[in-house]
C-alpha cells in the first residue's frame, strides 16, 4: 500500500541532524496531533508517536515483530561487511527475536536479575560511585560524563558480567561508537573502525565465556553457563555468548545516557535538587519522573508481520516502524502537564522508556538503581552541586540520546 499524503509526516523529519538531536521534544507534539502513524519516506519507515499506540505495538509482537531492533538503519558498507565477516557471529536472542525461542532464552536470563544477583550488585554500584565522587575536585568544574557517567556503568556491568578489571579499559575502548553503526549513519571509514572495534569486542566475549565454561564464577556469565551445564539443550554457548555480548553494551550506554540526563533535569531547576537535599526518600520518586521525563532511548524499532491498522491508517505488512519513545513518554493524553519535570506525578512508571511486555528491559531495575546510588552520593557529597550554563550535544543516532558532555561547578 502506497501511503496518501495524509498519511504522511506532516514535518521534516531528520533525527540525525538539529534540531530534532538538540530538542527532540519540541517536535515531538506535532506528531502527537496526528491520529495516527505517519509515513517517513527518507527512511521508509511510519512513525508511531501516541502512548496508546506505541503500548499496543510493544503488547502484540505477533503483529509486530522485534527482529528488526538491532539492524542497521542503513546498508553497511561492503568493506565494513567484509571485516564484519571475518568474526563477528552474535545470534538474535533478547531485544531483536520474537516467540518461544525468545521466551526460553528471556526466561533463563532473569536468573542474572534476580533479587538475590542485585542486591549482591548494590554494593558494588555504591563503591564505584563513592569512588568517582570523591575524585572529583573540591572546588571548581568537573566534566560528569567522562568522570562520573560514563564509567560507572561500565564498570557495574562488566563486573556482572565477570569480565576481570584488568580488561574494563580496553572493553571500554570498543564499546567507541558502535550504536552509531545500527542507529546512525556513520561512512566508510568510520563504519570500517566500528567493525574492526565489534569484532574484537565479540571475540573477547567468546573467549570470556570459554573460560568461564571450565569453571563458571559468581556472576552473570557464570549463572548461564550453570544452566547450560545442567543441561545443554536450554541454553547453548552461542546464544550465552550473544547475551553477554549485547548486555555488556546495552547495561552501558542506555544507563550512562539514564544518568546524565537525570542529573541535568534536577540541576537544571535548582528546587528540584534542593528536594533530594531535604528528603533522600524523594530519591525513587525523582528516578521514575527522570527516566519519563528525559528517556535514554528516545526511540525503537518493529516490524510488521501483516497488514495492521492503527490509529487512522493501514499499515502494509512488512513495514518498519520508528517508536518515538520520547514522544509517548510526553503524550498529554496520557501525561497532565508532560513537559513539566514532576517527580509526584502519579503516572509516571507508565512510560515506555524501557518498553514493555515480553520485551521489557532486562535491566531497567539495575539502571534504576545505578542513578538512584549516584544521586544518593552525589547529595551527601557534593550538596553544592549546580550546573555551568553550558550547550549541550548530543551523539547522532535514532534511539539513544545524552549529552556529550555535562559540566557542573563544585564547592
Known amino acids: 500500500m502506497e501511503p496518501t499524503s495524509t498519511a504522511t509526516c506532516p514535518i521534516h523529519f531528520d533525527p540525525f541532524t538539529s534540531p530534532y538531536l538538540d530538542d527532540p521534544y519540541a517536535v515531538f507534539p506535532t506528531l502527537l ?39 542497521p538503519m542503513q546498508a553497511p558498507h561492503p568493506d565494513a561487511a567484509a571485516v564484519l565477516s571475518t568474526g563477528f ?56 560524563v567522562a568522570q562520573l557517567t560514563h564509567p560507572l556503568p561500565a564498570t557495574v556491568i562488566f563486573s556482572l558480567l565477570g569480565f576481570p578489571a584488568e580488561d574494563w579499559a580496553m572493553v571500554k575502548s570498543w564499546c567507541g561508537d558502535r550504536m552509531a553503526f545500527s542507529w546512525g549513519r556513520p561512512d566508510r571509514d568510520a563504519q570500517v573502525q566500528i ?32 544452566i547450560h551445564l545442567a543441561d545443554p539443550s536450554t541454553l547453548s554457548v552461542a546464544e550465552i555468548t550473544s547475551v553477554i555480548y549485547g548486555l555488556s553494551f546495552a547495561g552501558h550506554e542506555t544507563t550512562t545516557n539514564l544518568l546524565s540526563n537525570t542529573i541535568r533535569r534536577l540541576l537544571e531547576d535548582r528546587s528540584r535538587w534542593e528536594a533530594i537535599l531535604a528528603d533522600r526518600g524523594a530519591i525513587d520518586a525523582a528516578v521514575v519522573e527522570g527516566v519519563r521525563h528525559d528517556s535514554s532511548v528516545v526511540a525503537w524499532r518493529r516490524i510488521t508481520t501483516c497488514e495492521v491498522a492503527l490509529g487512522d491508517v493501514t499499515i502494509p505488512a512488512g513495514s518498519r516502524l520508528l517508536l518515538l519513545l520520547g514522544a509517548a513518554n510526553h503524550d498529554p493524553a496520557r501525561f497532565t502537564e508532560p513537559e513539566r519535570f514532576d517527580p509526584a506525578r502519579p503516572n509516571a512508571a507508565d512510560a515506555l522508556s524501557f518498553g514493555w511486555g515480553k520485551h521489557y528491559c532486562l535491566g531497567a531495575t539495575l539502571a534504576k538503581l545505578e542513578v538512584a546510588v549516584v544521586l544518593e552520593e552525589l547529595a551527601a557529597r557534593r550538596p553544592s552541586l549546580r550546573l555551568v550554563p553550558q550547550t549541550f550535544s548530543f551523539n547522532p543516532n535514532v534511539s539513544f540520546r545524552g549529552p556529550k558532555q555535562l559540566r557542573v561547578e563544585l564547592g
Not at 34 to 63: I, S, T
Not at 195 to 213: F, I, R
Open 33 to 71: 496531533a496526528e491520529a495516527g502513524p505517519r509515513y517517513w519516506p527518507e527512511l521508509d519507515m511510519w512513525l508511531v508517536a501516541r502512548h496508546e499506540q506505541v503500548d499496543a505495538v510493544f503488547k502484540d509482537p505477533e503483529r509486530f515483530s522485534a527482529a528488526v531492533a538491532q539492524d
Open 89 to 144: 557471529r552474535p545470534l538474535k536472542t533478547m531485544s531483536n527475536l520474537d516467540g518461544p525461542e525468545h521466551t526460553r532464552i528471556r526466561r533463563h536470563t532473569q536468573v542474572g536479575f534476580s533479587p538475590r544477583r542485585l542486591r549482591a550488585m548494590e554494593p558494588i554500584v555504591r563503591r564505584a560511585a563513592v569512588e568517582l565522587i570523591d575524585a572529583l575536585p573540591a572546588t571548581g568544574e568537573a566534566e560528569l
Open 195 to 226: 567493525a574492526q572495534d565489534m569484532v574484537s569486542y565479540w571475540q573477547y566475549c567468546e573467549a570470556h565465556v570459554a573460560a568461564q565454561l571450565l569453571d563458571p564464577g559468581d556472576h552473570f556469565t557464570g549463572d548461564l553457563l550453570r
